[in-house]
Every structure is written in C-alpha cells, then in structure tokens.
C-alpha cells in the first residue's frame, strides 16, 4: 500500500509539472493554454509511464475487481501530488492561479452531466495510449494526450491539479459545485478507461 501511495503521489506531481506548464503556456499566449502547452503535457504522461507510476487513468482501465479499493487509492496519491505541484503556482511571478481559474470556471459552465461524459473521451484515449506504450509504440502516447487537451476532454488528475491552484476564496465560493463537477469526470474517466472491456471481446483485452 505504501509503495502504491508513494508512487501514485509521484505520478500526481508528474501530472502537476505537465499542467503547469500548460498553464504557462496559456499565461504567455494570453489564453489558458496553447497548442504547443497541449504538446508539452505530453511530459506528465511520458513520465508516468517511464517509470511505470500508478496514474487513476493509467490503471482504471487495467484494473481487477478486486482492486476498485487501490485505484481509489491510486487517485487520492495522484491528488496530493496535484497538491504538492500546486504550491509552486502560489510563488511563481506568472499568472497561473489566474489561468487555473479560467479552466475551473469553464468547468463549471459546463456543468456536472457534460464534463462525465466529456471524461469518458479522456478515459478512452488514455488507456489507448497506455495499451500501446505497454508494447513499446509511444506514438499513441504523444499524439493522444494533445487530442484529449485540444477536444476540451476532462481529465481528473489534470483537473485537480487546476482545481488546487484556484484562490482559496473562489473555492470557498463553489465548492459544492466543484465538488459535483470533479466527481463526474473521476466516474467519467472509468467508464472511458473501461470501454475496451465494455464493447470488445473480454478476452481479447485482459
């Protein structure tokens, strides 16, 4: 348990690096990110995977019954090193907190039932992405995490790495509906994460 925590926390910061530079990005094209800040966040993933970290959307759709108990695990790792990450938006010079918010705000616009199922997207291409790195093709890889970004799919783990920038006071203000939101695409993601299971062949994928 100790070792799945420690990794799933790195795996979280590794995440948190990746959106922070997306954020950057956006910062710098007077957006919330960029196409190239799309691109870069490849990093995180590239990350998770070379040394084999435990990421909720890495793992959900690998996962065995009898494992629900370590991936919820998992996602709480991930968000304390979202956390951990977090704490450098709060004393760099660039307006990152500010661009967080935008995203977070979007989110919220959008509402609970269109951010699940725009996670489910998210889930589908992560787990395509890992399949095929898992057999040395990391082109799935590079390609998919930018499609996820630019599609406007939600991702949880990049999500709470956002969320946990936002000013204290903004979340003061909304937390029951950031809450809500977050919720939706962590379900939003399994499902997606697991649609290999659900519409092919059992065998073929397990």
């Not at 799309?38 to 959900?60: H, P, Q």
């Not at 996820?148 to 000013?167: E, K, N, Q, R, S």
Request: hydrophobic share 50%; charged share 10%.
């Amino acid at each position: 348990m100790k070792k799945t925590l420690r990794s799933s926390i790195f795996a979280g910061i590794a995440i948190g690096a990746a959106g922070f530079g997306f954020l950057a990005s956006g910062v710098q094209s007077e957006t919330y990110g960029s196409l190239a800040g799309a691109v870069l966040f490849s990093f995180g993933l590239l990350t998770v995977v070379g040394y084999k970290l435990r990421l909720y959307t890495g793992t959900a759709g690998f996962i065995k019954k009898n494992e629900v108990g370590t991936l919820f695990l998992i996602l709480l790792g991930n968000i304390l090193g979202c956390f951990i990450a977090s704490l450098l938006a709060r004393v760099t010079p660039m307006a990152i907190q500010e661009a967080a918010q935008k995203i977070l705000e979007l989110r919220l616009r959008t509402g609970a039932i269109r951010c699940g199922l725009l996670g489910i997207g998210c889930g589908f291409i992560m787990t395509t992405a890992v399949q095929f790195a898992r057999q040395k093709q990391y082109l799935p890889l590079l390609f998919g995490v930018p499609l996820f970004i630019v599609c406007g799919f939600t991702h949880c783990v990049a999500d709470a790495f956002y969320y946990l920038c936002v000013p204290i006071d903004f979340w003061m203000a909304n937390a029951l509906d950031i809450l809500t939101v977050y919720i939706s695409i962590v379900l939003g993601n399994l499902i997606g994460c697991n649609l290999y299971r659900i519409v092919l062949a059992k065998d073929q994928y397990e």
